[in-house]
C-alpha cells in the first residue's frame, strides 16, 4: 500500500509538491517504476509522470512535460512530484503506484499497488 499526500487548493500558475511513501513502517518501494496518476471527475484515470527507482530515469504525459518533475528521495523513501505553472485542468485526484516492470508503460493495469488519492483542485 501506498500513501500519497501533498494535495490542495491552489491558484492557475501555482505550484504544489506532492509525496507518495509506501504505508507502514520499514518498507521501501521494491518495484522498478513508480508512477503518478490522476482522475478528473467524470474522466478516466490517465498516466502523469513514471520513475525507475533504481536508476532515477523519469518519463512523463505530454501535458506535464515542462511543467512537472518526478523524483524520488532514497533516504526518505519517497518518490515526489512537483507541479509547477498549474492550469485548471490538472484538477483531478492524484494516485501513485507501483508494481510495473517496464519503464516507459503508461498503463494503470501494470502497476499493482495504489495509493488512496490526493486531491489537487486549481482555481481560474
Known amino acids: 500500500q501506498l500513501q500519497a499526500s501533498g494535495g490542495g487548493l491552489v491558484q492557475a500558475g501555482g505550484s504544489l509538491r506532492l509525496s507518495c511513501a509506501p504505508s507502514g513502517p520499514g518498507r521501501i518501494f521494491s518495484s522498478h517504476i513508480v508512477g503518478w496518476f490522476r482522475q478528473a471527475p467524470g474522466k478516466e484515470r490517465e498516466f502523469v509522470a513514471g520513475?525507475?527507482?533504481?536508476?532515477?530515469?523519469?518519463y512523463y504525459s505530454d501535458s506535464a512535460k515542462g511543467r512537472f518533475t518526478i523524483s524520488k528521495d532514497g533516504a526518505k523513501n519517497t518518490v515526489d512530484l512537483q507541479m509547477n505553472s498549474l492550469k485548471p485542468e490538472d484538477t483531478a485526484v492524484y494516485f501513485c503506484?507501483?508494481?510495473?516492470?517496464?519503464?516507459?508503460?503508461?498503463?494503470?493495469?501494470?502497476?499493482?499497488?495504489w495509493g488512496q488519492g490526493t486531491l489537487v483542485t486549481v482555481s481560474s
Open positions: 503506484a507501483s508494481g510495473a516492470s517496464q519503464f516507459g508503460t503508461t498503463r494503470a493495469a501494470d502497476f499493482g499497488s
Open positions: 520513475v525507475r527507482w533504481g536508476r532515477h530515469s523519469t
